[in-house]
C-alpha cells in the first residue's frame, strides 16, 4: 500500500512538471469564468459583483471559508458542491505544486550555476576558482566601501555548487569551457565592466583571456594572473588590453632581506581590508593640462592621499612612476595613489587644479 501511494506520488509530481504556467493559467480562469456564470444562473446577487466574487473565490476555493460569503440558493449550493471546490481545490493543489518546483527549481540553478546572466551588465567576472585565493579576491572587492555597486560573477568549470551562496553580491556560474562563445555570452562577456582570469594553471588563463579580449568592451579592463613571466609576454604580443600580474617572490624576498618591513608594505598597499590602499583614478576627458606637482600637494591636503605616478592607459605598461613636479597631466591619464580609501572623480574640484 505504501509503496502503491508512494509511486502515485511520483506519478503525480511528474505529470505537474510537465503542465506549463500558461495552460494552468487558463484553466483556472476558465474555471474561474463557469463558476461564476453557474452562479449567475443560480440568482446568487451577492457573490456576483467582481470585487466579491473574486474574494469568495480565493477563500471558499482554498477551503478557508471565513463563512461571510455564501450560496443561498439550492442550485448555487450545488455548483459550489459540485464544481467550485472539487475541482477548484484540485487546481489549488496543481498551482502550489508548481509554484514549490519552480521556486525549488530555480535555487537549485542558482547553486548549480546553470542560470544564465546574459542579462547582466557592468559586472565584474572572475574566471577561475581557487579554494583560498578566490575568497580572498572577492572579500577584497567587496572592502572597498566606495567602489561602483557592480555584481560580481564567478565562473568556474569545476563541478561545485555555488560557494557563496550567502552572499547577495555573487552570482555563480557553472560554464563547459572558458574559451566557448555560448557559454561565454551566458555571463555576458561584451557587456562586463571588469574581468579576472585566474585559471586552474597558465595554459587555461591565457586560452581565457586570448579568447576575451576580442569580445570585450572597449573601456572594460581585463587583468590575468600568471605564474611563468614567459606567458605574459606571449600574451601582450597578440592583446594589449591585458594587464597581466605574476607572483614576486623572489622580488619580495630580495627587497625584504635589502629592506626590511618591504612586504609588510607590499601587502597593506594590495589589501583593502585595513590601512593604507592603492587605487586609480582616471582624470576626467573634458580636463585640461595640469602640473603633477600642483596634483600631488591637493591630494595629500585635500585626502590625505600619496601620489605615486601617471599611467596612459589601463594596463599602465608605460607608467611614470615619482614624476617630477612639472610633469604634465592630460585628460585621459591614470592616477595612481595610496590613501586610507578611495577618492572619487566627483570629490576633486578638477577645475581649480588646471594650470594658468
Not at 561565454?184 to 581565457?208: C, H, M, S, W, Y
Not at 623572489?250 to 625584504?256: D, F, H, K
Request: glycine share 4%; proline share 3%; hydrophobic share 40%.
Amino acid at each position: 500500500m505504501h509503496h502503491t501511494f508512494k509511486r502515485f506520488i511520483v506519478l503525480l509530481r511528474s505529470h505537474i512538471e510537465q503542465v506549463s504556467w500558461q495552460s494552468i493559467a487558463i484553466v483556472i480562469s476558465l474555471h474561474i469564468i463557469i463558476t461564476w456564470c453557474l452562479l449567475v444562473l443560480a440568482n446568487e446577487e451577492a457573490l456576483i459583483p467582481p470585487s466579491t466574487f473574486i474574494y469568495y473565490y480565493v477563500i471558499t476555493t482554498s477551503t478557508v471559508g471565513y463563512g461571510d460569503f455564501s450560496p443561498t440558493t439550492e442550485l448555487g449550493r450545488w455548483v459550489v458542491a459540485l464544481i467550485q471546490i472539487p475541482f477548484g481545490l484540485a487546481l489549488f493543489g496543481v498551482l502550489l505544486g508548481k509554484a514549490g518546483q519552480t521556486v525549488t527549481y530555480l535555487i537549485r540553478r542558482a547553486m548549480t550555476g546553470d542560470k544564465s546572466f546574459a542579462h547582466s551588465t557592468n559586472h565584474i567576472i572572475i574566471f577561475g576558482w581557487h579554494d583560498t585565493r578566490t575568497k580572498k579576491m572577492i572579500d577584497y572587492i567587496l572592502a572597498d566601501t566606495k567602489r561602483t555597486d557592480r555584481r560580481i560573477l564567478l565562473a568556474v568549470t569545476e563541478q561545485m555548487d555555488h560557494p557563496f551562496l550567502a552572499n547577495d553580491s555573487v552570482d555563480f556560474a557553472r560554464l563547459t569551457s572558458f574559451t566557448n562563445l555560448a557559454e561565454l555570452e551566458r555571463v555576458a562577456i561584451n557587456r562586463a565592466d571588469k574581468v579576472i582570469i585566474d585559471g586552474q594553471d597558465d595554459d587555461q588563463t591565457f586560452t581565457t583571456a586570448l579568447r576575451i579580449s576580442r569580445l570585450v568592451k572597449d573601456d572594460c579592463h581585463i587583468s590575468a594572473h600568471f605564474l611563468d613571466e614567459t606567458k605574459i609576454d606571449m600574451l601582450l604580443e597578440h592583446c594589449q588590453n591585458i594587464e597581466c600580474s605574476s607572483a614576486k617572490s623572489a622580488e619580495i624576498l630580495v627587497r625584504s632581506m635589502q629592506d626590511p618591513g618591504s612586504s609588510r608594505v607590499q601587502e597593506e598597499l594590495l589589501s583593502t581590508l585595513y590601512g593604507d590602499t592603492q587605487f586609480s583614478l582616471a582624470i576626467p576627458k573634458n580636463s585640461k593640462e595640469m602640473e603633477f606637482g600642483t596634483l600631488f600637494h591637493h591630494f595629500k591636503l585635500e585626502h590625505d592621499a600619496i601620489l605615486l605616478g601617471v599611467a596612459h592607459n589601463l594596463s599602465a605598461q608605460n607608467m611614470d612612476l615619482n614624476p617630477p613636479l612639472d610633469y604634465k597631466i592630460n585628460a585621459g591619464d591614470i592616477l595612481h595613489y595610496i590613501a586610507v580609501e578611495r577618492v572619487l572623480n566627483n570629490e576633486v574640484n578638477w577645475e581649480s587644479l588646471v594650470k594658468e
